[in-house]
């Protein structure tokens, strides 16, 4: 199919390892349990693209060590469904069509820019534009949002969650001429990193506060639970922000937080005054108890029909009518992949009241079972 050399010479050209040779193996970037996520295998193979149980199953991009690739569907692990692959032997064997049970089984022709492959307005797709950039991720509404990987023509990648279009939120970009940014994006614009430099570039950005620049917002509990949870066996490392001293505990600005709620935060524990053991996410607050106590019946409901991500939790419930009302999720089996860490971990749901503000609040805590 002569009509498809352009395609397949440029996919050739953008395929490029997305993290710095010293990142560790495993789910580096992402949901790679029930989402979309980047695992790097232990023989430098690397995969981006959607997971249904920690398989990969969906629309995806496969970097096999030797250098060969494949972009298109992937079922249970499996290369299954319309895909592109393209082969780095000598004679650069490529297969553009139909795979079933891992092999190719028949041609199929997709065009030379456009949606490739899945779906482009809701849902996860391939894209080529005509000036040869290229996504591979999620989409909603038309626009690139959500979780993806984008190749630009010239050789600079990017990987990493975007809004209507944009770079925002967890990324990692490289330039053609090297230059990385490992950090966090608003609009396109990169804010800060996850390292000590992070506080110092949000302190840099004029009038604009620090806090401003801190945060990403997520829409539902899943999806702000999963970032949490995730970097909880990882000292909270990637979701630390501009580091503030209170008298006892050692205390730093959340980077993450549900849309619309009042203040996160990360607490150290006594044993160690240097390490976050504790997040938490003031909510919202509520003057009538009836809405205060259906506003948590619904976040405690949304987070039990949550993708399990990486344990099994046994729920415990206890209340003191008209003073607290509390809902623990404790980790009781961990799934095979994730540390032993999660052993300790919490997901506590409360509800208090303020005698001093007659308010209720509702608070979203992660934490160890020691508390901090």
Known sequence: MPHHNQLLLFIFSMTLPFFSPAQSTGCISGNCMDG??????????????????????GVGCYDWADGSYYLGYFKSGILEGNGIYLGNDKDKTTYVGIFHDGKYSESRDFGTSGCLIGSCYEGAGIYLWTNNDIYVGEWHNGNRSGYGRFDWADGSFYTGYFKDGLLDGRGYYTKEDGTIMDGYFQQNKFIGSTSSDYSQTSQSTGNATAQNYSYVTYDDVCSILQQVIKSYSGDFYDIKGRKRDLLILENWESTVSLKGSIESGLFASLDDEDIPSFWY????????????????????????????????FTQYTSSTPNEKYTTTFESSTIKSGYSSDYNDMQVIFELTYSENTKEWGLELEVQNKRGY
């Open 36 to 57: 979309m996520g980047t695992y790097l295998f232990s023989d430098k193979a690397e995969y981006t693209g959607e997971w249904v149980n920690g398989q990969r199953t």
């Open 281 to 312: 996410n003031d909510l919202y607050t509520f003057t009538d108890v009836k809405q205060a106590l259906d506003k948590y019946d619904e976040v405690v409901s949304d987070f039990k029909n949550c993708p399990n991500y990486c344990c099994t």
